[in-house]
């Protein structure tokens, strides 16, 4: 299969570039795969797809305020640093700008000074390890210093950070949104659970690999980028028992997807587990404990596009895509959402 398979025609006006101003007022797209039946709500309404008995996983990944903006000294001009991965010893696996002369050895400087780093290493595709310097507690300087790092089709200011968070982000760790999981309200929570839905948690740190395109022209040649992941007992404990009853695992967004397809058994029994995954799903993929799937619009060739097209098959999602252009949905991490069942 090939990444052209995946390509739709997406209108430059239709990537949202803000939040819209109330979470759950953006627009819901049904799916049912097995038919290829769509239809038009809004994000408030997916109380009524959901049945007693269900269970909803949500991934409570936190981003961090992971681009800094400083300057290479002594008197360099300035330079921008993305933190991506946390190797230990203040050390983070970082992208940075301008990567040629920012080589090993490289004095940098943020905040005035409150943060000051060095670049120790260079890694083969071209990321950087760099250490950093400074009084206190690190998260607490990233809070000042720290901005989003919002993805790259996004070209406005966020003016409210809370917006590229959900409303119950819990670990800090990820390097962009689980952005699914934009669109939930705790009064919209609440009606969920009381509708005898039960709500479960799983942490994956997302990475900014979600942004890369796939460049192969074969799917099958694409190197998927590792993402760390926690599924507690707890939340085992409720998949298996919602599913041994009959309900739905109903998975939010493609991060909470991949964490328990990653840990699940071939007869869909999952275990609590913990580490890092490269699960890679495209057409073809069996799953075996997502029952049911909520997400956003995906990019075009993107692994995240494959992933929603092995749930419901390739045709109907792009029919349903092409569905969404002409309706004008909102696409992308502040777009609108889908549900697929």
Not at 182 to 194: A, G, N, R
Not at 210 to 223: L, M
Not at 226 to 236: G, R, W
Not at 267 to 296: C, M, Q
Request: charged residues 25%.
């Amino acid at each position: 299969m090939k990444t052209s398979d995946f390509y739709y025609d997406l209108p430059q006006e239709l990537i949202a570039q803000t939040p819209i101003e109330r979470r759950d007022a953006s627009r819901l797209m049904t799916l049912d795969r097995s038919t290829g039946e769509t239809g038009h709500h809004h994000f408030y309404d997916l109380p009524e797809f959901l049945r007693p008995g269900d269970c909803l996983i949500l991934n409570d990944s936190r981003v961090l305020p992971a681009r800094l903006l400083g300057q290479r000294l002594p008197g360099g001009g300035s330079c921008e640093v993305l933190l991506l991965t946390d190797r230990g010893a203040d050390t983070w696996e970082c992208l940075v700008r301008p990567g040629r002369k920012m080589r090993t050895g490289a004095q940098l400087s943020f905040g005035d000074g409150q943060l000051t780093a060095e670049v120790t290493g260079e890694l083969e595709d071209g990321n950087r390890l760099v250490r950093f310097r400074y009084q206190g507690i690190f998260l607490e300087v990233l809070e000042r210093l720290g901005r989003m790092p919002l993805p790259p089709y996004i070209k406005a200011e966020l003016q409210d950070r809370e917006r590229y968070q959900t409303v119950y982000s819990r670990y800090n760790g990820s390097a962009a949104a689980p952005t699914a999981g934009l669109h939930f309200t705790q009064e919209l929570l609440e009606t969920i659970q009381k509708k005898g839905v039960e709500i479960g948690y799983v942490t994956l740190h997302v990475g900014l690999g979600t942004f890369r395109p796939v460049k192969e022209e074969n799917i099958t040649d694409h190197a998927m980028h590792s993402e760390y992941c926690i599924l507690s007992q707890e939340t085992a404990d409720l998949i298996n028992r919602t599913r041994a009853a009959g309900g739905r695992c109903v998975c939010v967004g493609t991060t909470s997807c991949r964490t328990l397809e990653s840990w699940a058994g071939e007869d869909g029994h999952i275990e609590a587990r913990s580490g890092w995954t490269d699960i890679y799903i495209y057409p073809g993929y069996r799953f075996k404990v997502t029952d049911a799937l909520v997400t956003n619009f995906h990019l075009p060739e993107s692994t995240l596009i494959m992933l929603v097209s092995a749930f419901a098959g390739r045709e109907r999602v792009l029919a349903a895509y092409q569905e969404a252009v002409r309706e004008r949905y909102r696409f992308f991490s502040f777009g609108d959402a889908m549900f697929l069942y």
